[in-house]
């Protein structure tokens, strides 16, 4: 059995051999962050999208979708206050000369705290068997109630730092809880500074300050300065949501896990205007509603946890994560932000225009509060293959057994739903797949494979994680029947190609999806 770390790098390898995930510029030995999405990546990421646009856009008439431009006005970021304050600290080690951020160091070490939390319970859990009571357990234990306890004066001094931009505190803390490059080993750190996350740019053919644009670090901004413009558009009534899918950028200090942080990565976010004094309510039915997205998406309920945050951003009244369990660990999937009405407001007065809404029921004009949800694409990519990638031992033809390889993605995101057999390559096979395939590709991404064994085509089909296999062989020849083979049962079933479409279609259907939200 791999550990999780080991199964992390197989899926690392596995994506790249694959044509999920490659290397940015890799033949100039890569870019730091970056990563370019292969044949099977792109048609996968693309079906993450086209379900979280449906179920937002499709599946309510109080949200419509923008596509705004990455470049934009200067002063909105100084309006958000990302100039001023879209900052990491970072700190360097003397030793290894690496540079890390200051509060993941903070974070990863109370997360090993929680992981001996975490194999206490496990232990308990087998001690004590179907009578086990976790809560019980947690409140009284001798060992967990004192990690507990120094999770909690961590995160209390940490907290505090933060909200008070205490950059000695906060080194401070990495000295005392003696923090060790995860490098090197060494204790010598330098101090904390702050770093703007921000790529910035020129636009136009003269280089002075004036003409200093930024690359997006967020879509948000979009959609608040087309606020008016969407609603008076598309007439939409308070309460109402606008999403969007678009790059963001930002100059991450540790881009390190493959494709969870990345330098440029992709965001599906949707901002949602309610009245003053309503966000609470439509927080909390936005934080259950992407809990259920999340789930439909095949997440297993324990692989999610909500995370208050215990610092809120500059903008925030409340927010919380939504975190998956990586093969790394319990992380940030996606935030869910009562924004208030900070970016409105801050838009107004930077801008000079009204940026309020007329509420024919209470008779009066105001800025609307936004609630935000906003999910990583990359990340539900990686959750998505997380949840996928499996090693299984199936038996071989010789009676023993092989390990096969399968990635188990929803049927309705894999990104080819239907791969054609022709068992030999003569015989009239050939044109017999390349008829099915004709008939199928308007509903179905499709592939045909023709070399190798047929053994080998099926095992290459579970690496790609496509549902079904469709052999044509010389019984199909004679009856018009082939064999439609399922990727996860193994098992295989004779039928006629005429009742392939509505078969296949039943269940690659990202309707049967978006009918659990
Ligand atoms: P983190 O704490 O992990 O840096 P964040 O709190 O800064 O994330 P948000 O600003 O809330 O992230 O962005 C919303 C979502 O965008 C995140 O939940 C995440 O899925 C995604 N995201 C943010 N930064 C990155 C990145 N560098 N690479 C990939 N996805 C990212």
């Given at each position: 059995m791999k550990n999780s770390s080991d199964t992390f790098k197989a899926l690392i390898s596995h994506c790249k051999e694959y044509g999920y995930v490659f290397p940015s510029s890799e033949v100039y030995d890569g870019l730091g962050a970056v990563y370019d999405y292969g044949p099977y990546g792109s048609e996968l990421k693309n079906n993450i999208k086209q379900f979280w646009w449906n179920s937002m856009v499709r599946m309510h008439e109080n949200i419509v979708g923008i596509d705004s431009a990455i470049?934009?006005?200067?002063k909105i970021w100084k309006a958000s206050g990302h100039v001023d304050a879209f900052n990491d600290p970072l700190i360097d080690?003397?030793?290894?000369k690496k540079r890390y951020r200051a509060d993941v160091l903070i974070e990863d070490h109370v997360a090993k705290i929680e992981a001996k939390i975490e194999k206490e319970v496990a232990k308990a859990q087998k001690r004590f068997?179907?009578?086990?009571n976790r809560e019980e357990f947690v409140t009284t234990n001798g060992r967990v109630l004192a990690n507990q306890e120094k999770i909690d004066t961590i995160m209390k001094r940490f907290t505090e730092a933060t909200e008070s931009s205490n950059l000695e505190e906060i080194r401070q803390i990495i000295i005392d809880l003696e923090?060790?490059?995860?490098?090197?080993?060494?204790?010598?750190w330098t101090d904390v500074r702050q770093f703007n996350l921000m790529f910035s740019t020129e636009m136009g053919s003269v280089t002075s300050d004036a003409n200093k644009i930024y690359?997006?670090?967020?879509?948000?901004q979009g959609i608040f300065v087309n606020f008016l413009n969407v609603q008076k558009s598309s007439r939409q009534k308070i309460p109402f949501g606008i999403a969007q899918i678009g790059k963001a950028f930002r100059n991450e200090?540790?881009?390190?896990q493959f494709i969870f942080r990345m330098r440029e990565f992709e965001q599906m976010e949707m901002q949602f205007f309610v009245r003053p004094g309503d966000q609470m309510k439509w927080y909390e039915e936005w934080k259950s509603r992407r809990l259920s997205w999340h789930k439909a998406l095949?997440?297993?309920?324990?692989k999610l946890q909500f995370y208050d945050h215990p610092n809120l951003a500059h903008y925030a009244d409340a927010a919380v994560d939504i975190q998956f369990q990586f093969p790394f660990g319990f992380k940030e999937l996606e935030g869910i932000h009562s924004r208030t009405d900070f970016d409105l407001s801050k838009h107004e007065e930077f801008s000079g225009k009204k940026m309020q809404y007329f509420d024919h029921e209470l008779d009066k004009s105001y800025v609307p509060y936004v609630v935000e949800t906003s999910i990583g694409c990359d990340r539900t990519f990686l959750a998505v293959l997380s949840n996928a990638y499996c090693e299984e031992e199936v038996p071989n033809a010789k009676g023993g057994t092989d390990t096969r390889v399968v990635l188990k993605i929803p049927a309705a995101l894999a990104p080819v739903k239907v791969a054609v057999l022709p068992?030999?390559?003569?015989d009239g096979m050939p044109e017999k797949a390349g008829e099915i395939i004709a008939n199928l590709k308007y509903d179905f991404n499709c592939q045909r494979d023709d070399k190798q064994t047929i053994g080998k085509r099926y095992r290459r089909q579970d690496a790609i994680g496509t549902p079904f296999c469709v052999t044509v062989d010389t019984e199909t020849l004679e009856n018009d029947t082939v064999t439609l083979r399922d990727r996860d049962t193994m098992e295989q079933v004779r039928l006629p190609i005429n009742e392939l479409k509505a078969k296949i279609g039943e269940k690659v259907s990202l309707n049967e999806l978006l009918k659990q939200l």
């Open positions: 470049f934009m006005h200067p080690n003397k030793t290894s068997g179907d009578a086990f923090i060790a490059c995860p490098e090197s080993g060494s204790r010598e690359l997006r670090p967020e879509t948000a200090i540790v881009a390190r095949g997440s297993p309920a324990e068992l030999v390559n003569r």
